[in-house]
T-cell receptor
Framework: KAGVTQTPRYLIKTRGQQVTLSCSPI?????VSWYQQTPGQGLQFLFE???????NKGNFPGRFSGRQFSNSRSEMNVSTLELGDSALYLC????????????FGPGTRLTVT | GQQVMQIPQYQHVQEGEDFTTYCNSS?????IQWYKQRPGGHPVFLIQ?????EVKKQKRLTFQFGEAKKNSSLHITATQTTDVGTYFC????????????FGTGTLLAVQP
């Protein structure tokens, strides 16, 4: 079974721009969660989607948004990028909810200059 | 809000030595998961504990969930160089928020 895929793997943007990241979960998985990983803050939960509905949201500003499509693929969008948004963005899929075994993708490394 | 702290932040051991990382939550957890992230890689699920006082073993790895369901530990017996990486616990906060909170992680270095 193919694993979680994320595109693009690397991205360089400038302040003020917006970015969209994509995540394709493992086939049959309906839950997709997004995390931001930085050396200083560690792994922080952004949001979880299940069957196209946002189930949980972390403590991030409204510039961070996401959505899930009917095929469970998910996108995450960050508008008005700031230098502090530079991070590894990880997507994880789970069969049911994020409280079960999660399978992480390789991540998208975003650099904001 | 809920905080999940791990100690130590970093541990360097000689190959063959044992290693333990501790995970402590400020609130009671519904369950706890453990993940391993190799350098340059992504987190990989190791195990989930649900019951108070639960102990699970995977070869050289032993996982415990505290009686009060506020702490957990991961013990590795006779470390190997393949054990190198950062170990994260992740706890589910009960109640309305229902979020999965990751611990701060423990980076394990193993010297051959």
């Amino acid at each position: 079974k193919a694993g979680v895929t994320q595109t693009p793997r690397y991205l360089i943007k400038t302040r003020g721009q917006q970015v969209t990241l994509s995540c394709s979960p493992i086939s049959g998985h309906r839950s997709v969660s997004w995390y931001q990983q930085t050396p200083g803050q560690g792994l922080q939960f952004l949001f979880e989607y299940f069957s196209e509905t946002q189930r949980n949201k972390g403590n991030f500003p409204g510039r961070f948004s996401g959505r899930q499509f009917s095929n469970s693929r998910s996108e995450m969008n960050v508008s008005t990028l700031e230098l502090g948004d530079s991070a590894l963005y990880l997507c994880a899929s789970s069969l049911r909810t994020a409280f079960y075994e999660q399978y992480f993708g390789p991540g998208t490394r975003l650099t904001v200059t | 809000g809920q905080q999940v702290m791990q100690i130590p932040q970093y541990q360097h051991v000689q190959e063959g030595e044992d290693f333990t990382t501790y995970c402590n939550s400020s609130t009671t957890l519904s369950n706890i998961q453990w993940y391993k992230q190799r350098p340059g890689g992504h987190p990989v699920f190791l195990i989930q504990l649900v019951k108070s006082g639960e102990v699970k073993k995977q070869k050289r790895l032993t996982f415990q969930f505290g009686e009060a369901k506020k702490n957990s530990s991961l013990h590795i017996t006779a470390t190997q160089t393949t054990d190198v990486g950062t170990y994260f616990c992740a706890g589910r906060e009960g109640g309305a928020t229902n979020k999965l909170i990751f611990g701060t992680g423990t980076l394990l270095a193993v010297q051959p």
